[in-house]
């Protein structure tokens, strides 16, 4: 049985999200993209009519999705909030130490990419949904709606600057401990 190549738009996606991450918006040419993902020319302009800003969008919203899931993971079958944060904090230590200490790809690509009003209502969009995704799951986990609440953002806050913490010392473990704050 062989695998299926991966659909051109899809590689393109995930290229530019792994270089947007790596090099920042700035530092990732679209020759860059094209040649890792082993694309044609013509394939991009095709895909994303207005170029390297509307790959940055598709490759945030790319990553965006796969934190979702992560969240997701991380709380379906937890018992308590407080479990469910913590299997968060150790896969996101563990996503950490796999990635190499590189920054957030959505920071690094829309915050790091043109000021422009898209790029910055597509980051609110994007960490909005995050803090939703935690809120739906303190909410199923018996939290009042203003806990919740307040637990989500704080989840929210503590990754973003955990990781940041984390990847000036180079130690995954600061993600670990950030179970005891929340």
Request: proline share 3%.
């Amino acid at each position: 049985m062989t695998d299926t190549p991966m659909p051109t738009k899809d590689r393109l996606i995930q290229t530019a999200a792994n270089l947007f991450r790596t090099r920042g918006y700035h530092g990732v040419g679209l020759a860059d993209v094209l040649t890792e993902a082993k694309a044609p020319k013509g394939s991009l302009y095709h895909h994303f009519p207005n170029g390297k800003s509307d790959l940055a969008m598709a490759s945030a919203t790319w990553a965006s999705d796969e934190m979702l899931r992560l969240i997701a993971a991380s709380f379906d079958g937890a018992d308590t909030f407080e479990d469910g944060a913590t299997t968060l904090c150790y896969k996101l230590a563990k996503l950490f130490d796999i990635t190499g200490w590189d920054t957030c790809p959505i920071a690094n690509t829309l915050f790091e990419g043109p000021d422009n009003d898209a790029f910055r209502a597509h980051a609110e969009h994007i960490y909005e949904g995050w803090i939703n995704e935690v809120l739906d799951h303190a909410e199923r986990l018996g939290l009042a709606e203003g806990e919740a609440k307040a637990k989500a953002e704080n989840v929210f806050i503590l990754i973003q600057g955990g990781w940041m913490l984390a990847r000036a010392r180079r130690n995954s473990d600061v993600l670990r401990n950030l179970r005891s704050m929340i």
